[in-house]
């Protein structure tokens, strides 16, 4: 591991500087929720996950642990992403808490870190072995997290801009064995986490429509099951499926894959004959084109790149030198 640059280093050790970061406000825009999203992860869900993390990457012997010993150490983490909003500081938490660790936090879960090019995040303490065996299941999980927050911010600001009064949404489209992290990180970037799992609402796509035969009849079956707990979503390719979904009792349409002035059309029309029934846009959409896509007939736009293929923010951990004892 290389050492953090000297002169940075000195930059960083210098106090009245970090006071001075601290309290930069306009550097610091919070974009989570009012409510603490830390607080709806279950700490046993926190827990498990640090466990499976830090199994998968040292499954047996760390033959690296006997080069540094279990000496005290201090690591600085670093993010090379300037603005970036972070997200996934409980899961970076627990990996640590798991070997022994503690971890004291300059910025704030769905805080705006920066602006600098390299901006003090976060310091960890512990043994130097635990520390690094903690190192990169960490670093993983908030460079994927906080580049989802980071994104969802992003697009959440464009809506506002344009005075559009829906909901961002992710999809189901999430890394198997990460979803929790991944759903998260939209509720901390203030965009909705849709659904989160095939249990939690109903959606008939087009394969379970044509699988039970008609759009009439894949809904009154999912309702005879789901009963009044559960939404039902119909994804529908034109506004005559809306309209069929929507009179066999289909609380939400998703217009999939429609041109943008297509679907302002569909949505007004279905919108009209069905004020009550909400309307998703979903299929194609960027955020390169997702202005394009605002409509007051539009309740939802969902976007599968929140999750497939986001950047991550760079972090990186640098342990300290330890100080040269002057000579007197």
């Known amino acids: 591991m290389s050492h953090f640059p000297v002169a940075l280093c000195d930059q960083l050790n210098n106090s009245t500087a970090c006071d001075q970061q601290r309290k930069q406000s306009h550097c610091k825009k919070m974009t989570m929720p009012s409510h603490k999203a830390a607080h709806c992860i279950p700490p046993h869900a926190l827990t498990r996950l640090a466990r499976e993390w830090l199994a998968e990457d040292t499954p047996n012997f760390d033959p690296a642990g006997a080069c540094v010993g279990s000496q005290e150490v201090e690591a600085r983490l670093l993010c090379k992403t300037p603005h970036s909003v972070l997200a996934g500081s409980p899961f970076f938490t627990a990996v640590f808490t798991e070997v022994g660790c503690t971890v004291d936090w300059v910025y704030q879960e769905g805080e705006e870190i920066g602006p600098g090019a390299i901006t003090l995040t976060a310091v960890v303490k512990g043994p130097a072995r635990c520390l690094l065996l903690g190192e990169r299941s960490a670093l993983n999980c908030l460079a994927r997290a906080s580049g989802i927050a980071t994104r969802c911010s992003q697009l959440q600001a464009a809506a506002a801009e344009r005075g559009w009064h829906g909901e961002v949404a992710g999809t189901r489209k999430t890394t198997p064995g990460f979803r929790l992290v991944e759903k998260y990180a939209m509720l901390v970037g203030s965009v909705s986490m849709h659904r989160q799992d095939l249990s939690g609402m109903v959606m008939l796509k087009d394969n379970h429509v044509w699988a039970s035969g008609s759009i009439t009849q894949a809904v009154r079956e999912a309702r005879s099951v789901c009963g ?80 497939q293929g986001c950047p991550v923010v760079d972090f990186s951990l640098k342990v300290q030198k330890p100080a040269t004892p002057q000579a007197f």
């Open 228 to 307: 009044f707990s559960s939404k039902v979503e119909v994804e529908c390719q034109s506004a005559d499926e809306g309209r069929e979904a929507a009179a066999a009792g289909a609380d939400i349409v998703m217009l999939d894959n429609f041109q943008p002035q297509e679907l302002h059309v569909a949505a007004h029309v279905l919108k009209e004959e069905f004020p009550a029934l909400l309307i998703e846009a979903s299929g194609g959409v960027t955020p390169e084109n997702l202005a394009m896509y605002f409509s007051p007939h539009v309740d939802i736009i969902s976007l599968g790149c929140i999750t």
